[in-house]
């Protein structure tokens, strides 16, 4: 997976893939100066720099329109991608409004195919915590969440509980909810509901991101 972009790197991508679809053909520098609305060529190529060390493009040398989109297939068509907001803080009553009312400085690139058959809306969370480690979460991880108030036994989830976040797998009997850690540590025990409970969406797949360090994000 690519490093995630923040919002003006994003930005800059969009320009990017829209001039290469008009045009057949990257811009130029000064073209993307004018497009970015920045006053200076070293903004544009430290944006491009930073680009290219993530993974995104690959420029070449000795030529004027020399930035191509690493994704570009043998067939020249740039592979389908979607840009997923990464919430870096969720303790909030709707996810949903959370992603329309707050701004993200964080995206993901991930494949269309992942989200093409979801009805849905779709955002990314980072995990913190241990306590779905045998779900193959880790701290850091991106988790991909669809928007949905519906979901199954057994299905992980993202639940609002009180004024926090966090993903666990849901089950339901006799009136109650009873969320799951997945980890073979006894300290984490299940959180087990009546009321003050909402599901916010079902966990689609994680994205691992080792490496990572973080301050609390979304408690597991």
Not at 20 to 49: C, F, N, W
Not at 91 to 114: K, P, R, Y
Not at 124 to 147: E, K, N, P, Q
Request: aromatic share 6%.
């Amino acid at each position: 997976m690519k490093k995630p972009l923040t919002y003006k790197q994003h930005q800059v991508i969009n320009e990017l893939k829209t001039y290469i679809a008009k045009h057949g053909e990257s811009p130029t520098l000064t073209e993307l100066r004018e497009s970015m609305q920045v006053q200076s060529l070293r903004t544009v190529t430290q944006y491009l720099d930073v680009l290219e060390e993530k993974g995104y493009i690959v420029r070449r040398k000795f030529a004027r329109r020399n930035i191509e989109l690493r994704d570009a297939s043998e067939g020249g068509a740039v592979a389908r991608t979607i840009s997923i907001p990464v919430l870096a803080n969720v303790g909030c009553d709707d996810l949903s409004v959370f992603v329309q009312e707050n701004s993200t400085d964080e995206f993901l690139e991930v494949d269309a195919q992942i989200a093409e058959h979801e009805d849905g809306g779709i955002v990314a969370v980072r995990a913190v915590g241990d306590s779905m480690l045998d779900a193959g979460i880790h701290t850091g991880d991106y988790v991909l969440i669809r928007f949905t108030d519906h979901a199954e036994n057994g299905d992980r989830i993202a639940a609002i509980v009180g004024d926090m976040v966090t993903v666990k797998r849901l089950e339901r009997r006799d009136g109650v909810t009873i969320l799951w850690p997945e980890s073979k540590d006894p300290k984490y025990k299940p959180i087990i509901l009546r009321e003050d409970f909402k599901i916010a969406g079902k966990v689609l797949c994680v994205i691992p991101n080792p490496g990572a360090v973080l301050t609390e994000v979304v408690p597991l």
